[in-house]
């Protein structure tokens, strides 16, 4: 049968034991008595059923099970020390957290962030992602959703203002060739995102290609993977202006067609209006809705 965890503070007063082969060091190091590192020591020996210590007149040594144990222990509460200093180590009113699409983030606001990060040094960033959006985050300052802007518990601005453009590899699976225009589409892959309202069949509605079906393809829950599948050669993804860029430039993507039409769709910032805006976060919605309107 598995012996039961001890208690961690009796941990924490064998390891400094052990360090310091004192009682009383260890004890000043804990900010206790040396009567209650002694009694804690007693129990977690009791406990493990071995004695820990050989009690000499002037100090301690470490018995084999003592020894054998101690390396376990110190690396255990290195790490939960790491840990709770990576989670909590910094005062928890200068962390934003962002819920953030996941294209978004990738293509739009990474590359930006370095910005921010030079204006505000004394502001920790948390990033969560929200391939669908399924209420609001409760831990979340801020969120980036992609939508109509329309959302009950939410104040939001706008952060793109997007055509829908057509996408592909240079050089599609099988020594396929881009198609030269969109009637030709019925002979490609359509890389379809679930949960966007304008997708293949708006575009090819909007634009008067009615006979192409609209529905065959791959279907995929995030635009990012959509787009990497595009980019691998798997067929068309049907991208955002302010999102392709990167692709574009790179050459890892093309825009095969000028044809583009705009969308209702878009990013937006929205921030949750049943609690007060903090100033850090203040400064966070201020700097990315300055930004939105430089990238125009």
Known sequence: MKKRLPPLNWLRSFEAAARHLNFTQAAAELHMTQAAISQQIKGLETTLGCALFIRLPRGLE???????????VRESIEKLALVT??????????????????????TWLAPRLANFRAQYPDIDLRFTSNIWVAGQDKEADVEIRYGKGFWSGFTSNRLTWDDLIPVCSPELLNGQVPPASPEDLDNYSLLHVIGYEEGWGYWLNQLGYHSIDASQGIHFDSLMTAMEMAAQGHGL??????????????????????????????????????????????Q??????????VAG
């Open 62 to 72: 470490l018995t084999d099970a003592g020894r054998a144990y101690i390396p376990g």
């Open 85 to 106: 200093d990576e989670v909590f180590g910094k005062e928890r009113s200068y962390t934003l957290t962002v819920r953030v699409n996941l294209v978004f983030f990738n």
């Open 237 to 282: 993804a049907l991208s955002r202006t302010s999102l392709i860029g990167p692709m574009l430039d790179n050459g890892r993507l093309i825009a095969p067609f000028s044809q583009t039409t705009g969308t209702s769709e878009s990013f937006f910032l929205a921030t949750p209006s049943n609690k007060p805006v903090r100033p850090h976060v203040e």
């Open 284 to 293: 966070f919605r201020q700097w990315l809705i300055n930004q939105a309107e």
